[in-house]
């Protein structure tokens, strides 16, 4: 019985040690506020552009089309810059709680975000191909909704909210009249990005 009584104290004390590390790492995210607003910035430029290079026009095939160089510089520009402020202000975020932004666990992220971010480019391929370009923002909302609610699984409870947030707007999004689209894409990913960015900052810092 004492071999017993030891084994499950030992048992326990595992699962305590188990239970308080998840908490430190929920607790303490590497998560950055600056970087959500500085993306969400960068956003609304990236809607701003494509409204002023596509002009009073429907973001239609043909209207793609006759300006996707520049359009494809607008977004790629953007993705490229998002992508830069994410991992930066993330490195030092996590510098400033004792971690680091490449670990096992960021691995385990970028696995579990990696699928929805495949899905929506494999969509917008299919939908450019088929002249369904329209809806193309609407599935990059619902699927950047899917790919920040496997984040969230990681991560505080912000980062979850955020991706849901996404997943709605993208289905409102795939339903709402076209011509509603591009501003749509400015109220998600620009301001849901800014919102998200101002609540990490007062729950986590900086």
Not at 32 to 43: K, M, V
Request: proline fraction near 2%; include cysteine; charged fraction near 10%.
């Amino acid at each position: 019985m004492s071999a017993l009584s030891a084994s499950l104290d030992e048992a326990r004390d595992h699962l305590r040690v188990i239970r308080q590390t998840m908490e430190r790492s929920t607790q303490y995210s590497t998560l950055s506020g600056w970087s959500g607003i500085l993306i969400g910035l960068t956003a609304l430029a990236g809607v701003w552009l494509t409204r002023a290079i596509v002009g009073g026009r429907v973001v239609t095939l043909d209207a793609v089309r006759a300006d996707s160089g520049q359009l494809a510089v607008v977004w790629g520009m953007a993705l490229v810059m998002a992508v830069a402020i994410e991992f930066l202000c993330n490195k030092r975020r996590a510098a400033s709680v004792g971690k680091r932004v490449v670990s096992r666990l960021g691995a385990h992220i970028l696995l579990a975000a990696t699928p929805a971010f495949f899905s929506g480019a494999v969509l917008t391929l299919f939908f450019y191909q088929h002249n369904l370009v329209p809806y193309i923002l609407g599935i990059w909302m619902l699927f950047y909704g899917l790919a920040i609610c496997a984040v969230g699984l990681f991560s505080v409870r912000p980062v979850t909210y955020l991706g849901s947030a996404f997943v709605a707007s993208g289905a409102i999004t795939l339903l709402a009249p076209v011509a509603t689209h591009l501003y749509l894409m400015a109220v998600t990913f620009g301001g849901f990005h800014i919102a998200y960015g101002i609540i990490m900052a007062r729950r986590h810092g900086w």
